[in-house]
């Protein structure tokens, strides 16, 4: 995992694992999931990070995944 933050851009991004994003997702108010072509997350971005993290109203920061997961099946052994 690797956490840059631009203070020219004001945002925050949290790499989660290296890949080829496919599509980028609104996970929430200026919060953005990259994601590969299989829909596993790639990253997380912040944008506004000064205001948005600074909140007195934001105590965490959570998203879930799994809507952008495909279901797999396990295959039969």
């Known amino acids: 995992m690797q956490i840059n933050y631009d203070p020219q851009a004001d945002a925050i991004y949290i790499r989660l694992r290296e890949g080829e994003v496919d599509n980028t997702l609104p ?9 590969d072509a ?22 965490s920061v959570s998203f879930n995944v799994s809507p952008m997961l495909p279901s797999y099946q396990t295959p039969a052994s």
């Open 27 to 35: 996970v929430g108010k200026y919060i953005y999931a990259d994601v």
């Open 38 to 59: 299989d829909g596993v997350p790639l990253g997380v971005e912040i944008l506004f990070a000064s205001r948005v993290m600074a909140s007195k109203a934001l105590t």
